[in-house]
């Protein structure tokens, strides 16, 4: 299974960008990579997913390295409620369905 | 749309009892995950159900935790009896499989367990 390496921490300023970085040097070619977060006190929140394409949606953009090796995940004007723990994951296929690997997270801390 | 439903949302309960978890999935979800999460750490997976069959159970400590989903709808995780290590947040996931290809995963906002 691919797995994802990421900053135990960062923070931004409230209305700026927010980049967080995710490397899945072992990604295979049919591997999407996928991001949760995860407010406190609550279940994971999906926010975006992609194989290779960048996408974007009303949550975030998901930037994609051409080689596959890495990601940024950009929450473009940060607000105080997007403080929480976001999570980079490589979906693995098996059975028609998947299993979530998740690791640590980043601890993104959105300052006033 | 309602999301994924967990209750109850908190349980304390002492050692060598039983407990029950129960879980509502999105509507026309036929995958449901309970996932387990420990303090400070990600959520892991320790059953995932298609439909009424479960399709991996490998992550789930038999010896003292099941799970059923009769109808293919609702389910249940029980712990019995419960140790003082299986305090964490008990996670509920539900997913849509069409022709071979699953969805994304929507989770509930868990159940946390403590036992004392």
């Known amino acids: 299974d691919a797995k994802t390496t990421q900053p135990p921490s960062m923070d931004c300023a409230e209305g700026r960008a927010a980049n967080l970085p995710c490397n899945h040097s072992?990604?295979?070619?049919?591997?999407?990579v996928y991001w949760y977060r995860q407010i406190h006190s609550q279940g994971p929140q999906y926010i975006i997913h992609g194989l290779k394409n960048n996408e974007t949606n009303e949550m975030a953009s998901l930037i994609i390295t051409e080689d596959r090796k890495s990601s940024t995940l950009i929450l473009p004007h940060a607000t105080l409620r997007d403080t929480a723990v976001y999570y980079c994951i490589v979906r693995v296929l098996g059975d028609s369905s998947y299993k979530l690997i998740f690791g640590s997270g980043t601890r993104l801390l959105v300052r006033p | 749309e309602a999301g994924v439903v967990q209750s109850p949302r908190y349980k304390i309960i002492e050692k060598k009892q039983p407990v029950a978890f129960w879980c509502n999935p999105i509507s026309g979800h036929n995958t449901l995950y309970w996932y387990r999460q420990n303090l400070g750490q990600g959520p892991e997976l320790l059953i995932r159900y298609e439909n009424e069959e479960a399709v991996d159970d490998s992550q789930l400590p038999k010896d003292r935790f099941s799970a059923e989903r009769l109808k293919g709808v609702d389910s249940t995780l029980k712990i019995q009896p419960a140790e003082l290590g299986d305090s964490a947040v008990y996670l509920c996931?539900?997913?849509?499989?069409?022709?071979?290809?699953?969805?994304?995963?929507?989770f509930g906002p868990g159940t946390r367990l403590t036992v004392l």
């Open positions: 996931a539900s997913s849509r499989q069409d022709r071979g290809k699953t969805d994304t995963q929507y």
């Open positions: 072992t990604i295979s070619g049919n591997e999407y």
